[in-house]
C-alpha cells in the first residue's frame, strides 16, 4: 500500500524552480513543468548536493555543484553522473500535491 | 575473402576527454567500432573524487565509473600509445600490437610534475593525478600524523581540507606569493589563504622546499623560511606536464599542448584532440589556451567527437570549475582578467560573490557557496548583456532581470 504525504499546494511550485521537501527520512525536490508536477529523491547521484537548490529548464533539473542533469519525469540522468535519481509517484488533489514514497 | 573492417575510431586516453568522447560519438548515432587505449589498468573514472571522496574513503572507485557496463566501446587497459604513423593511419601500442584508424583522437591528458629538489627519491612522497595515486595517499593518510602539501593550487588545498577534516596536521608551503595564483584573482586568493587558516592548516606562502631528508622514507623538510618540518608524508601538488610527446613525434603542432583548431582537430585531418592536453583559442580568454579542468575535458571532447564525424558545429561554453574545500563549493566562471573591475556583491567574508566587468559586459565571476546566483551571471554572460557595477552590487536587484 502507498502512504500519500500531502508536501504542498500546486501554487507553491513556481514554474521553473524546483523545491525541496522531506517526508519522514526522505528528502525529496519536486517541481512543476507544464503544469504538470514530478517528485524524485533530492540528493544528486554525482557528489552530495540538492537537486531542490539547482535549476529547472524545461523537464531538466541541474545540479548546483557539479552540473549533472536529470530529467525529472523518469529520473533519468542525462549528463555528468552515471546513476539515475530515484523518482516518486505524484498526485494532483484539489489543487495539493500528493507524493508517496513508500511504494516499491 | 575478408569482411571489410568496421570503420574504426581510435581514442587514445581514458580520462574525461575520453569518456566524453566516446559517449559523443555512440549518441551521434557513430556505429564503426570505438577502441580505447587506456594507460591505467582502469575504465575511465570520474577524477574530482580523487582528491575529496576517494581520499576521505566516502566512495569507492567502481562507484566512480564514468561510462555505463553496456556502451560499445572495445577498451585496450594497462596499454600505452607508443607511436603514431599518420600516413599509413596506424598507432602502435606499448605490447607491440597496432591499430588501424580512420579518425583518431589524443587524449592523454597530463603527468603529475614531480618534485626535484635533494631527497625527492624518499618513500613517503607523493603526486596526484590517478585513481592509483588517490588510493595510495589514502592509506598513507590513515597512518600519518603531519603532512606537508607542497603546492598551495587546487589539488595542494583540496588534499589540505580533506586532511584536516580526517584531523591531521597540515603544513602547505607554496612558493608564490599567493594561492592559485595562476586561476583566480588576489581577493580570491586571500579568502582561500583566510579559509585555511581559521581550519588550522598552517599555510606558508613564499615559501620554497629546500630538501627533505629521511633514511627510506622522508621525516624532515627543509623550507626556504629556515624551517625545518617533521613529516609523515608529503603531497607536491605542483602542476601537471601535457602528454604531448606522442603528438610531437608524429610531427604534429605542438605548442605546450597540441594545438587544435575550433572543430579540435590537429595539423592532420585525421587526429583530433581534446583535454587537458590541448591548446586551443578561447573566446572568453581572447587567446589560445590550454585549459586543465573537468569541464573543459568534457565540452572539448564533444566538439572533438562531432568533429571526427564531420559535423558543423560552434564551440560556446563559457569556461568554468570547480573546487570544493571543507565546507565550500567555490565556481570559477569565465575569466577575471587584469584591469577587470571586481564588483562585490552581497560584501559576505564567509561566502564572496565577485563579478568582473570589463568593457561593460561581464568577462567572470567566481562565487563561494553561491551557485543558484552564478548560474544568473552566466545567462548575463552568453547573452552578452551591457551592465553597470552599481546594478550588479545592488542586491535589491534580481540578476535575471538585467539581460
New interface residues.
Given amino acids: 500500500m502507498s502512504e500519500w504525504s500531502r508536501v504542498c499546494a500546486v501554487g507553491d511550485l513556481p514554474d521553473g524552480e524546483p523545491k525541496g521537501f522531506r517526508i519522514g527520512d526522505v528528502p525529496i525536490v519536486v517541481t512543476r513543468v507544464d503544469g504538470a508536477c514530478y517528485a524524485a529523491h533530492d540528493i544528486c547521484t554525482h557528489a552530495y548536493a540538492l537537486l531542490s537548490e539547482g535549476f529547472l529548464e524545461g523537464h531538466v533539473i541541474e545540479c548546483p555543484l557539479h552540473g549533472a542533469k536529470y530529467d525529472v519525469r523518469d529520473g533519468k540522468c542525462i549528463a555528468v553522473a552515471n546513476t539515475d535519481v530515484k523518482t516518486y509517484p505524484v498526485q494532483v488533489e484539489a489543487g495539493e500535491v500528493y507524493v508517496t514514497v513508500t511504494d516499491a | 575473402m575478408n569482411a571489410p573492417r568496421p570503420e574504426t575510431y581510435v581514442i587514445v586516453g581514458g580520462g574525461h576527454a575520453g569518456a566524453s568522447a566516446a559517449r559523443t560519438l555512440r549518441a551521434e548515432g557513430f556505429d564503426g567500432r570505438v577502441v580505447m587505449v587506456c594507460a591505467e589498468r582502469h575504465r575511465p573514472y ?1 577524477r ?2 580523487l582528491s ?2 576517494i581520499l576521505l574513503g566516502s566512495k569507492r572507485l567502481d562507484e566512480l ?4 557496463d553496456g556502451m560499445d566501446v572495445d577498451f585496450e587497459l594497462g596499454v600505452a600509445a607508443r607511436a603514431i604513423n599518420p600516413a599509413s593511419r596506424k598507432v602502435t601500442l606499448s605490447d607491440g600490437r597496432f591499430l588501424e584508424y580512420e579518425r583518431l583522437l589524443l587524449a592523454p591528458g597530463g603527468r603529475a610534475r614531480e618534485l626535484s629538489v635533494p631527497g625527492s627519491h624518499l618513500d613517503g612522497i607523493h603526486v596526484l593525478r590517478t585513481a592509483d595515486d588517490g588510493l595510495a595517499i589514502h592509506a598513507a593518510l590513515a597512518k600519518s600524523r603531519t603532512v606537508l602539501i607542497v603546492g598551495g593550487g587546487w589539488i595542494g588545498l583540496e588534499i589540505a581540507a580533506v586532511a584536516r577534516q580526517l584531523g591531521r596536521n597540515v603544513v602547505v608551503a607554496e612558493a608564490g606569493a599567493r594561492l592559485c595564483a595562476r586561476s583566480v584573482p588576489p581577493s580570491t586568493s586571500e579568502f582561500l589563504l583566510r579559509k585555511h587558516r581559521a581550519e588550522g592548516v598552517d599555510v606558508r606562502v613564499d615559501c620554497a622546499l629546500s630538501k627533505f631528508e629521511g633514511d627510506t622514507a622522508v621525516r624532515r623538510a627543509h623550507l626556504s623560511d629556515g624551517s625545518v618540518c617533521e613529516v609523515d608524508m608529503v603531497v607536491a601538488g605542483i602542476g601537471m606536464v601535457p602528454n604531448t610527446e606522442l603528438a610531437q613525434s608524429a610531427g604534429l603542432a605542438v605548442d605546450d599542448g597540441i594545438v587544435v583548431d575550433s572543430h579540435c582537430r590537429t595539423s592532420d585531418q585525421y587526429i583530433f584532440a581534446a583535454g587537458d592536453v590541448t591548446r586551443q583559442f578561447c573566446e572568453w580568454h581572447r587567446h589560445s589556451v590550454r585549459l586543465e579542468s573537468w ?1 573543459n575535458a ?1 565540452q572539448q571532447a564533444a566538439v572533438a567527437a562531432r568533429g571526427m564525424l564531420g559535423l558543423a558545429q560552434r564551440r560556446a561554453d563559457i569556461p568554468w570549475f ?1 573546487s ?1 574545500q571543507f565546507d565550500l ?1 567555490l565556481q570559477v566562471l569565465g575569466v577575471a582578467p587584469p584591469g577587470a573591475i571586481r564588483v562585490s556583491r552581497g560584501m559576505s567574508a564567509q561566502a564572496p560573490f565577485d563579478i568582473f566587468v570589463v568593457d561593460g559586459t561581464i568577462a567572470g565571476a567566481i562565487a563561494v557557496n553561491g ?2 546566483e552564478l ?1 544568473k551571471v552566466k545567462a548575463l554572460m552568453a547573452a552578452g548583456s551591457v551592465v553597470t557595477e552599481r546594478q550588479l552590487a545592488d542586491m535589491s536587484i534580481d540578476l535575471q532581470t538585467l539581460r
Avoid at chain 2, 565509473?65 to 555505463?68: E, G, I, N, Q, W
Fill in positions: 570520474e574530482p573524487a575529496k571522496s565509473a564514468l561510462l555505463p569541464n568534457i570547480w570544493d563549493n551557485a543558484r548560474r
